[in-house]
Nanobody, 121 residues
């Protein structure tokens, strides 16, 4: 069965960095787009970033553009999110999600359980 396991969350200071990872199993990772989404305390789910199945194209929400970088290693079945210049408003539970197709903009069907990122001094 499809499994997505996020890791790398924790406490960071404003201006700091964290790198999230998502280990995928149970499907052909290299055949599907992947995304990151987040849910801040008391708020709805926000899509953060997506990447094509072969890594050839990436997309970002305006709120993280220029600060976050999504990448993937298809040989390791792993998705990453490098987060730099963190802000308190980046505090959230971060989820990785499997896309329905090779391209990003066609929805997601499986989600991990999330990893918590807290940005605070």
């Amino acid at each position: 069965q499809v499994q997505l396991v996020e890791s790398g969350g924790g406490l960071a200071q404003p201006g700091g960095s964290l790198r999230l990872s998502c280990a995928a199993s149970g499907f052909t990772f290299s055949s599907y787009a992947m995304s990151w989404a987040r849910q801040a305390p008391g708020k709805g789910l926000e899509w953060v970033s997506g990447i094509y199945s072969d890594g050839s194209d990436t997309y970002y929400a305006d709120s993280v553009k220029g600060r976050f970088t999504i990448s993937r290693d298809n040989a390791k079945n792993t998705l990453y999110l490098q987060m730099n210049s963190l802000k308190p408003e980046d505090t959230a539970l971060y989820y990785c999600a499997k896309g329905l197709l090779r391209e990003v903009n066609y929805g997601m069907d499986y989600w991990g359980k999330g990893t918590l990122v807290t940005v605070s001094s």
